[in-house]
Structures are given as structure tokens and as C-alpha cells.
């Protein structure tokens, strides 16, 4: 039986995957007048914000000192928040509202999995904060695809793996969720999420009947 689910942020929840990445192109630009090419963008998706500028770097061969890439990190996360200064409930995805009142009607519990140290803001911001009954913190601990995450909402409420479902978008953060040894629903390309144990293109499309019985099964 499910108890909890975890759900991801950043494209999965709003579209913040990509402003991230668009804050990263722009710091790139700037400083190295380079252009991150589009295949990179997997790359930064649900890892820390100096884990995402670390494979930036490491990608087009760029050596910095530590405190230029604090320097850099802390532009990044500047940008970021302009653009995501206007946000507001109209930024959720579609769907979004439908699954949490759908799930608390189910009694299953909700909590945040972000690896953003933006993300108890933005859930505030886009008026969906009510609905978590507990947000992880990611400041102390390790990087998707490590499981800690996952394993901290997990814990907080005294579960096991089995009764507990991840939602992401990012191959390191479906990574984390199956080091977890939970269900793993992926939001986005099957072809890119192969490891999930689910996938749906986004939110709207996951269908509610399938979820009931993936809910109400029991797994050893
Ligand atoms: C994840 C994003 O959700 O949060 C990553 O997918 C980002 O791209 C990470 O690096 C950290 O976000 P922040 O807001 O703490 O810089
Ligand atoms: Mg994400």
C-alpha cells in the first residue's frame, strides 16, 4: 500500500527546469562568451546548483578557482530569481492541483523532493505550499542522483521503500528514487527516463484509474 509521494519541482511541478538552465546559459555567456549547447541541459537537471555549474565545466574543458565558481553560482541563482520573480499559480503545470486533491482524497501523504534551495518559495509563490505535509530540506544533504533526498521524506514519515512512490523528470533524479528502492514515476521523455518504472509525458496525462490500483497493490 502507497503511502507518500514524492514530487520533484523543476519540470515536473512548473516549467523551472527551464529557467534554470536559461540563468546558466546566460552566466556562461557572460563570463566565458560561450554558448551551452541544448544537450547539456539533462545535464543540470535535479542536481545541486554547484553540482550543475561543475558539469558545465566540465563539459567544455573551463577550469575556475572555488571562488570564482561561487562567484559564478551565486549570479546564476540572481538571474534565476528574475525570472522567476513574476511567477505565480498560473505557472503550474496543468494537472497539477487535480493530482494533490486527488491524492489527499486517497489519504496519501505529499511531500516536496526538490534539490532547489528555491523550492519552499516558489510552492508558496504558486499558492501550493497547503498541500505538502513535509518539504525536504536538500541544504545538508547529498546531490540526486544519491537517494538522500528521497530517503528524508521517507523517514520523516517512518515508511518504507515500498510504500512510497517518486515523481521526477530528470535521469538523475529518477536514478535517486530507484536507489531508493521506491515505485518511480517519470514526467517527460521515455526514451530519456528508460529507468523509470512509469512514465508520462507530464502531469495531466498520468491516468487516475492506473493510479488507484498502483496505490492499493502491494509490493514486497
Ligand atoms: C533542481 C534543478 O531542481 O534544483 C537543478 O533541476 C538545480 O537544475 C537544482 O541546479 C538546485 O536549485 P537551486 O535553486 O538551489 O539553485
Ligand atoms: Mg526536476
Same mark, same amino acid.
Given at each position: ?37 541544448? +544537450? ?46 513574476? +511567477? ?11 493530482? +494533490? ?30 498541500? +505538502? ?88
Amino acid at each position: 500500500m502507497i503511502k507518500l509521494f514524492i514530487f520533484d519541482l523543476d519540470g515536473v511541478l512548473a516549467s523551472t527546469s527551464e529557467e534554470h538552465f536559461t540563468a546558466w546559459k546566460e552566466v556562461i555567456k557572460d563570463k566565458f562568451n560561450l554558448d551551452v549547447e541544448d +544537450f547539456v541541459e539533462e545535464k543540470t537537471k535535479g542536481v545541486s546548483r554547484i553540482e550543475s555549474l561543475n558539469r558545465i565545466l566540465e563539459t567544455y574543458d573551463l577550469e575556475v578557482s572555488k571562488s570564482v565558481k561561487e562567484d559564478l553560482a551565486n549570479i546564476k541563482n540572481e538571474k534565476y530569481k528574475e525570472l522567476i520573480s513574476a +511567477f505565480n499559480e498560473n505557472n503550474l503545470f496543468e494537472g497539477v492541483k487535480e493530482l +494533490f486533491e486527488f491524492l489527499k482524497k486517497e489519504n496519501i501523504l505529499i511531500a516536496l523532493g526538490s534539490a532547489s534551495k528555491n523550492g519552499p518559495s516558489l510552492i508558496d509563490r504558486m499558492k501550493i505550499k497547503k498541500y +505538502f505535509d513535509f518539504v525536504v530540506d536538500p541544504g545538508p544533504l547529498k546531490s540526486k542522483p544519491h537517494p538522500d533526498i528521497f530517503n528524508e521524506a521517507m523517514n520523516h514519515f517512518n515508511l518504507k521503500p515500498n510504500e512510497c512512490i517518486g515523481i521526477e523528470d530528470a535521469i538523475s533524479g529518477v536514478k535517486a528514487i530507484k536507489k531508493a528502492k521506491m515505485i518511480a514515476i517519470g514526467i517527460g521523455n521515455k526514451d530519456v527516463l528508460k529507468q523509470a518504472d512509469y512514465i508520462y509525458e507530464s502531469i495531466s496525462k498520468i491516468d487516475y484509474s492506473f493510479l488507484e490500483t498502483l496505490i492499493k497493490d502491494n509490493y514486497e
